[in-house]
């Protein structure tokens, strides 16, 4: 391989080490053909070593783990680690896993994303302290479709760690509202959205909003917005009766479309919510996936997007110019 090719290679797994790509998933290209002692410092120098991770770190264990897999990798190929990985193995295992951790999405735009998360799958009796693979894929299709986007006031219901809403702020929407209903992800949503500012556009303002959907017929300060957006909503029938309340009270006040992406692992909850907007005069429409240019995500289970508006208005002038393919 070239030079120019290595680095290539090379830049594509610092970006899977960015955002925590689980190790046995990671694609490792044919780095391990050249991996000479050069361009292992060069991954480190891209990886553990780089500032932005020594400022914001992924999770330790992570990082220990990443690190000892290229060790033992070149020690079964009967190549000798540099000692650049043995210095990088032995300040990680130095340092503890508490605290909170991030993960960075690095976008072909050059610019990177970083969110605060949460360790535990589900923390503090909530799911939204992570980064969830619906809203990587809903991020990838909102980059796909920024002209739909900008200028536009839209609402993401249950925000998580923000990843969706900060990517479409990137998308220079008018306004953007990222919601949940929980004080501990209200708290994270408010510390990414500080730690991106210096990403959004200027004209674009970025509010966070506590949201609970049981109660959302009683808020009176709800903004008018244009466009609804959610992901990994769709995965526990119990809490259906409020996301379709919430979906509904957006609907009736102006909002004209909903764009909802869900990890299909049951396939019969995903019915049941499709046929409960089929009986709320909700229309809907599948949206092809986008490919993984800006976002990692596992498709060991299928993941849907769908395009959703009321039935009886007409709004093929306003969603003209999404890409359905």
């Known amino acids: 391989m070239c030079n120019k090719d290595v680095i290539s290679e090379l830049k594509y797994v610092q970006k899977q080490f960015l955002c925590a790509v689980p190790i046995p998933k990671i694609n490792w290209k044919n780095i391990f053909d050249v991996f000479n002692c050069e361009l292992q410092e060069n991954l480190v120098s891209r990886t553990v070593n780089l500032s932005l991770v020594l400022?914001?770190?992924?999770?330790?264990?992570?990082?220990?783990?990443?690190?000892?897999?290229?060790?033992?990798?070149?020690?079964?190929?009967?190549?000798?680690?540099?000692?650049?990985?043995?210095?990088?193995?032995?300040?990680?295992?130095?340092?503890?896993?508490?605290?909170?951790?991030?993960?960075?999405?690095?976008?072909?735009?050059?610019?990177?994303?970083?969110?605060?998360?949460?360790?535990?799958?589900?923390?503090?009796?909530?799911?939204?302290?992570?980064?969830?693979?619906?809203?990587?894929?809903?991020?990838?299709?909102?980059?796909?479709?920024?002209?739909?986007?900008?200028?536009?006031?839209?609402?993401?219901?249950?925000?998580?760690?923000?990843?969706?809403?900060?990517?479409?702020?990137?998308?220079?929407?008018?306004?953007?509202?990222?919601?949940?209903?929980?004080?501990?992800?209200?708290?994270?949503?408010?510390?990414?959205?500080?730690?991106?500012?210096?990403?959004?556009?200027?004209?674009?303002?970025?509010?966070?909003?506590?949201?609970?959907?049981?109660?959302?017929?009683?808020?009176?300060?709800?903004?008018?917005?244009?466009?609804?957006?959610?992901?990994?909503?769709?995965?526990?029938s119990s809490v259906f009766p409020c996301l379709l309340n919430a979906i509904l009270h957006f609907f009736k006040f102006g909002t004209k479309t909903l764009v909802i992406a869900c990890t299909e692992r049951n396939p019969t909850t995903l019915k049941q919510f499709l046929l409960l907007l089929e009986s709320n005069h909700i229309i809907y429409e599948e949206l092809k996936n986008y490919s993984q240019h800006n976002f990692l995500w596992s498709t060991e289970s299928p993941i849907k997007i769908f395009l959703c508006s009321l039935s009886h208005l007409d709004y093929t002038s306003q969603v003209t110019a999404i890409k359905r393919n």
């Open 55 to 236: 400022e914001y770190p992924i999770q330790i264990s992570y990082q220990k783990s990443f690190l000892k897999h290229l060790i033992n990798r070149l020690e079964r190929k009967g190549l000798t680690p540099s000692d650049c990985l043995y210095d990088a193995f032995g300040r990680v295992v130095a340092l503890g896993d508490a605290g909170p951790y991030f993960r960075h999405y690095f976008l072909e735009n050059g610019k990177i994303i970083s969110l605060k998360e949460n360790s535990s799958f589900i923390s503090e009796g909530t799911t939204g302290l992570c980064s969830w693979q619906a809203s990587l894929a809903l991020s990838e299709w909102c980059l796909g479709n920024e002209e739909f986007l900008k200028g536009q006031a839209v609402v993401e219901l249950g925000s998580g760690v923000g990843l969706t809403g900060l990517t479409v702020a990137l998308c220079q929407a008018k306004q953007v509202f990222l919601t949940d209903g929980h004080p501990s992800v209200l708290k994270v949503l408010e510390d990414n959205v500080r730690l991106n500012s210096g990403l959004i556009p200027t004209d674009t303002d970025v509010q966070v909003l506590s949201l609970p959907w049981e109660n959302i017929d009683t808020n009176r300060n709800l903004p008018s917005v244009d466009i609804l957006l959610a992901a990994d909503v769709v995965y526990d």
